[in-house]
């Protein structure tokens, strides 16, 4: 059997080892969370974000807003591009007169128009040739046409801002004023850029930059809304295209430090005011793009735009709003991936990014996020660990399912209400990884554990019970523990006269044959078997588990054991008879003995009673006798009384019941009669009613019932004995057992 001092210290170093190891499986985890620079994590959370932006779309606001598109109708009719600027020229004065409130340019001029005829006449005259043309060649400068045209409309030019190249980029148009931290102190550095040659940027209202910083996986999710750019600060395209159309004159940069801003401790950006709009940044000025796909933005062809039975139309689609010049033909697409859709023409984003600071719905990533998903996973792991440390397999699966069920909830409940990105991944990874590694390590010492059990218990308990205990070891009190135990001692009548008549072997046999099925029965009936004592059989009921009803369990099974000694006896010459006992109290149950060698087993008076009760049922020629403990847990059963008896060792008398059968027979009539008359018999003796009992008796007599033959004989000649000696007041007809 199992060591009290084995059994605790296994306890405590399984749990050790437990925290031991759930515990470096999650800060290891979180470690390298932590630190490593980009994980697989990482990308696992923006494609969450992602799923997000797909489950739940953000819905169009309806901003002023029109994408004029080179497309391959456009290119069909005024040729390849490029065009030549004066083309362009022609588009931006019609858009202009078309009453636009801005027109931004998805796209960088950054050479002269190799097809303006000043720059042929050049190379004319150098190869040679003798030309008349007029002295006003700035005429026919196509760059020119197109700045003369940018300046006769409100137009933000576009710029590309680059870490891959140190070209230098134009002065910005706007200008920058800034509460809290200068952001030029914060705010990532970029080297140069790609932008348009200087009469056009000079001529335009407006300089924005429209390139897309994309994601590791090339993805565009955040767009830089301010870049620090070789010393200055420029807006992005949408936000200059919105300073234009408001007629602002300058942006406003919130920093941490500012009024009403928490100051961290370290410089931030956390919004830009953009005339009368405000967007709310993250601290490195980005914005996470919230797209709606744009269902209803007014895309049109440039070839349109010249089409005059289109005028009314035209007319009611441009004027106040927004257009942004893009390009989706063959060969000039300008794609990009987004969360919604795997290619997008860029100027769309900008339109959606138009739509949704106008609209002001933003996506936040709050800079707590980080350290609430880290502390996040750090409780839900440690909760895991004690789960797994202390419940069972399927209860610890259950609960890390609901741990990562629970960490998506919150997530997805975060965006879904606040637009709030708390990223799931790292709490349900981190809960699933340490699951992942406890849980083999706990079955694996369960199952060692298991083993043992099924070994030390499986020769005195039922196979089902076995399996129980060894499913929760720590039903198991080794140490010793008090509980409420129903108690059985049997007994073979006669067995030691009947052993001097046989030989070695054929006792042998003999014992087992009789032991065998009575145990069967009793491992059957849940009972846990204590000793068997030569042809005496020690078990008791409910340790080390807990068994229902474990009264009425002893007793079926004692009725069992001598139904079962009936089939055994036919056949034989000289029948066997058994005495059972029972009894239910308190007892002090565990592993009994020294350090060295000891059994599980059950000490205390209520096994010395059960004992004792055994031994009665020789005195009184009945099969099973009970104490009152037992009938009342039980008492749907056929029992009749039998005496109260002070037996050796105590010295408050006991009620002692003998059981006759199962609830069947406890309805049979013939046993309703027996019990009225043998009640009547048992309430006369102790009241001292000789004609009563003399009268209950002779009904008995007449009954005959050769169970209780000698029960009855008993009572004759105790009726015989006080007819000669009549009760006095003292009497209360107790019996004193004179033996055990």
């Given at each position: 059997m199992i060591s009290p001092r084995n059994r605790a210290s296994g306890?405590?170093?399984?749990?050790?080892?437990?925290?031991?190891?759930?515990?470096?499986?999650?800060?290891?985890?979180?470690?390298?969370?932590?630190?490593?620079?980009?994980?697989?994590?990482?990308?696992?959370?923006?494609?969450?974000?992602?799923?997000?932006?797909?489950?739940?779309?953000?819905?169009?606001?309806?901003?002023?807003?029109?994408?004029?598109?080179?497309?391959?109708?456009?290119?069909?009719?005024?040729?390849?591009?490029?065009?030549?600027?004066?083309?362009?020229?022609?588009?931006?004065?019609?858009?202009?007169?078309?009453?636009?409130?801005?027109?931004?340019?998805?796209?960088?001029?950054?050479?002269?128009?190799?097809?303006?005829?000043?720059?042929?006449?050049?190379?004319?005259?150098?190869?040679?040739?003798?030309l008349a043309l007029p002295e006003a060649l700035a005429d026919l400068d196509n760059d020119r046409v197109l700045a003369e045209a940018f300046a006769r409309n409100k137009v933000t030019a576009g710029i590309a801002i680059s870490n891959e190249t140190d070209g230098a980029l134009g002065p910005p148009k706007a200008g920058f004023s800034f509460a809290g931290a200068d952001p030029k102190s914060f705010l990532p550095p970029y080297r140069g850029g790609v932008t348009n040659i200087a009469p056009l940027d000079a001529a335009a209202a407006g300089i924005g930059f429209f390139s897309f910083p994309p994601g590791r996986d090339g993805i565009v999710r955040?767009?830089?809304?301010?870049?620090?750019?070789?010393?200055?600060?420029?807006?992005?395209?949408?936000?200059?295209?919105?300073?234009?159309?408001?007629?602002?004159?300058?942006?406003?940069?919130?920093?941490?430090?500012?009024?009403?801003?928490?100051?961290?401790?370290?410089?931030?950006?956390t919004a830009l005011k953009d005339g009368g709009l405000e967007i709310p940044t993250g601290p490195l000025g980005t914005i996470w793009i919230y797209y709606s796909g744009m269902p209803d933005l007014p895309v049109m062809s440039a070839a349109?735009?010249?089409?005059?039975?289109?005028?009314?139309?035209?007319?009611?689609?441009?004027?106040?709003?927004?257009?942004?010049?893009?390009?989706?033909?063959?060969?000039?697409?300008?794609?990009?991936?987004?969360?919604?859709?795997?290619?997008?023409?860029?100027?769309?984003?900008?339109?959606?990014?138009?739509?949704?600071?106008?609209?002001?719905?933003?996506?936040?990533?709050?800079?707590?996020?980080?350290?609430?998903?880290?502390?996040?996973?750090?409780?839900?792991?440690?909760?895991l660990i004690v789960t797994v440390r202390r419940?069972?397999?399927?209860?610890?699966?259950?609960?890390?399912?609901?741990?990562?069920?629970?960490?998506?909830?919150?997530?997805?409940?975060?965006?879904?209400?606040?637009?709030?990105?708390?990223?799931?991944?790292l709490p349900a990874i981190t809960v699933a990884t340490v699951f992942a590694v406890t849980m083999p390590l706990l079955l694996l010492i369960t199952n060692r554990e298991k083993l043992f059990v099924r070994d030390a218990f499986k020769r005195y308990l039922a196979p089902t019970l076995v399996e129980r205990l060894a499913d929760n070891p720590q039903a198991l009190e080794l140490g010793g523990e008090e509980r409420e135990l129903t108690v059985l001692f049997s007994d073979i009548r006669g067995f030691t006269a009947l052993s001097e008549n046989l030989t070695p072997s054929e006792l042998t046999t003999l014992l087992n044959t009789i032991l065998t099925p009575m145990t069967d029965i009793l491992l059957r009936g849940e009972a846990m078997i204590d000793k068997?004592?030569?042809?005496?059989?020690?078990?008791?009921?409910?340790?080390?588990?807990?068994?229902?009803?474990?009264?009425?369990?002893?007793?079926?099974?004692?009725?069992?054991?001598?139904?079962?000694?009936?089939?055994?006896?036919?056949?034989r010459d000289e029948p066997l008879r058994i005495g059972i006992g029972l009894n239910t109290g308190p007892c002090c149950v565990g592993n009994l003995g020294s350090t060295k060698r000891?059994?599980?087993?059950?000490?205390?008076?209520?096994?010395?009673v059960a004992s004792r009760i055994e031994g009665l049922t020789k005195t009184y020629g009945v099969s099973i006798l009970v104490s009152e403990s037992v009938r009342e847990?039980?008492?749907?059963?056929?029992?009749?009384?039998?005496?109260?008896?002070?037996?050796?060792?105590?010295?408050?008398?006991?009620?002692?019941?003998?059981?006759?059968?199962?609830?069947?027979?406890?309805?049979?009539?013939?046993?309703l009669a027996l019990s009225a008359a043998h009640s009547r018999m048992i309430r006369a003796y102790r009241a001292g009613d000789l004609a009563g009992l003399e009268a209950a008796l002779a009904e008995l007599t007449r009954l005959n019932v050769p169970?209780?033959?000698?029960?009855?004989?008993?009572?004759?000649?105790?009726?015989?004995e006080l007819w000669e000696s009549p009760p006095g007041d003292g009497w209360d007809g107790v019996t004193v057992a004179r033996e055990k």
């Open positions: 306890e405590r170093r399984k749990g050790y080892v437990i925290w031991a190891v759930g515990l470096l499986t999650l800060l290891v985890g979180l470690s390298v969370s932590a630190f490593s620079p980009v994980t697989i994590l990482d990308r696992l959370t923006v494609l969450v974000f992602d799923g997000y932006q797909r489950a739940l779309p953000r819905e169009q606001a309806g901003a002023p807003v029109v994408v004029v598109d080179i497309d391959e109708a456009a290119i069909a009719q005024f040729g390849q591009w490029p065009w030549p600027r004066t083309m362009l020229a022609r588009m931006v004065d019609r858009l202009g007169a078309l009453g636009a409130a801005n027109i931004a340019f998805d796209m960088v001029f950054p050479e002269p128009d190799r097809t303006s005829l000043n720059r042929i006449v050049e190379e004319l005259k150098r190869s040679g040739t003798e955040e767009l830089p809304i301010v870049a620090n750019a070789q010393g200055a600060l420029y807006p992005a395209l949408a936000a200059e295209a919105l300073r234009l159309a408001q007629g602002a004159g300058s942006y406003i940069v919130r920093s941490t430090g500012a009024s009403g801003e928490i100051d961290s401790g370290r410089a931030a950006m349109a735009l010249f089409d005059p039975q289109e005028e009314a139309r035209l007319a009611a689609a441009i004027a106040g709003h927004i257009v942004l010049v893009g390009t989706s033909a063959v060969g000039l697409r300008d794609l990009v991936a987004t969360p919604i859709a795997a290619s997008m023409p860029g100027v769309m984003v900008h339109a959606e990014i138009i739509d949704q600071i106008m609209g002001e719905t933003f996506l936040s990533r709050p800079d707590w996020a980080e350290g609430a998903e880290t502390l996040t996973a750090f409780v839900l792991g440690v909760l419940a069972g397999a399927l209860i610890s699966s259950a609960i890390t399912v609901g741990l990562v069920v629970s960490a998506l909830a919150i997530s997805w409940i975060a965006f879904e209400r606040a637009r709030l990105l708390i990223d799931p991944v068997y004592i030569g042809d005496a059989i020690m078990a008791f009921w409910n340790a080390p588990l807990e068994i229902s009803d474990h009264r009425r369990k002893a007793c079926l099974a004692a009725l069992a054991m001598v139904e079962e000694l009936g089939a055994l006896n036919r056949g000891f059994s599980y087993s059950a000490i205390g008076d209520s096994v010395n847990g039980a008492e749907d059963l056929a029992f009749l009384p039998v005496d109260r008896v002070k037996v050796v060792g105590r010295a408050q008398p006991l009620p002692v019941y003998v059981l006759m059968g199962d609830a069947e027979h406890a309805r049979d009539p013939a046993f169970e209780l033959a000698k029960l009855h004989q008993i009572y004759r000649e105790r009726y015989s």
